[in-house]
C-alpha cells in the first residue's frame, strides 16, 4: 500500500486565483473597515479623559471601567458630584492621556478578543490575508501554526476568559447602579437600559466562547454522573453557535453604550428618565 507523506510547512496550494464564484472579498473588506473604525473610536475615547461618567444617575462608560485614575473620584456633571471609582484609585491624575483609567481592565479584555477564535479568523483574513477566504490561493509561502512567538500567545486564551469573566462581573455591577433616580433612590433612564443590555449582550458573548464551554463541560468522561455540569454545557453549547454574532454585536453595544454616556456628561443631551 502506497503512503502519502505530509505537506510540508506552506499553505495549500491552489493553482487559480480562487475557486470562488462569489464576491469573496465582501467579507475581509467589510471586516477591515469595522474592526478599523472601531479601534480608532475605542483608542481616542480610552485616553479622552473626559465625559466618562455621570454622577447623578450613575452612568459609567464601560471604557472606562474600573475607573483607577484619581479624577474618578468627586466627578462634577451639572452641579452633581460623585465618585466614579468603586475599586479606588493608583492612578495619579499626571497619568491622564497616556495611561487608559481602565488600566487593569484594558488590556485583559483586548486580550481576550484578539484571541478569540472568532477575532482570529476575522483579523487573520481581513489584515493579514492569510488567507482571504476558504477556496483562494494563499499569499504567503510559509505557516508555522500557532507554535512560535507571537502566535503562541494565542494559547493563553481560556486565562485571557477567566479576566473577562471577572470584568464581565464588575460591568454588571455598574449596570446595577445605573438604576439611580434623579432623586436619590430608584430610578430607571435611557441610559439605564442601554446599560443593562450592553452588559446582557457581554455575557452572552463572553459565556458563548469556546474556552467557557470548555471549561463547564470538559475533562469529563461520563455527563450521566454531572447532570449539572452536562445541564450547564447544553445551555452554553446552544449560544457558543452565535459566538461570532455577539462578538460583532458587543462592538456596536460597546459604542453605544460609551457615546450615550459621553453625551450626557458632556451636556450635549438629556437623560431620558423613564422612572424618577
Known sequence: MSTVEAPGKTRAQIRERTLRRDDWRVYPVTTLVIFTAWVVYATIRAFWGSAFYVPQYHYLTPFYSPCLNEICNNVTVDG??????????FLPAATR????????????????RLTCYYYRKAYYRSFWASPPACAVSEPHGKYT???????????????????????????TWDAV??????????GIGLGTLILVANVVLL????????????IVGG??????????RYWMWGQVSKINLNHGRYALITLGSLVVADLYVALVSSGTISDLRLFN
Not at 80 to 89: N, R
Not at 177 to 186: M, V
Not at 219 to 227: E, G, I
Open 177 to 186: 447602579r445605573a438604576f439611580h433616580g434623579k432623586d436619590g433612590g430608584f
Open 145 to 171: 501554526g500557532e507554535r512560535r512567538f507571537p502566535l503562541i500567545g494565542q494559547n493563553l486564551h481560556r486565562y485571557f476568559w477567566m479576566a473577562a469573566f471577572l470584568i464581565s462581573l464588575v460591568n
Open 97 to 112: 492621556g497616556w495611561i487608559p483609567f481602565a488600566a487593569i481592565s484594558l488590556p485583559f479584555l483586548l486580550l481576550f
Open 80 to 89: 452633581h458630584t460623585g465618585d466614579a471609582a468603586e475599586f479606588g484609585t
Open 203 to 214: 455575557w452572552l458573548y463572553t459565556l458563548s466562547c469556546h474556552s467557557c464551554r470548555h
Open 219 to 228: 475533562r469529563l468522561k461520563n455527563f450521566s454522573k454531572h447532570p449539572v
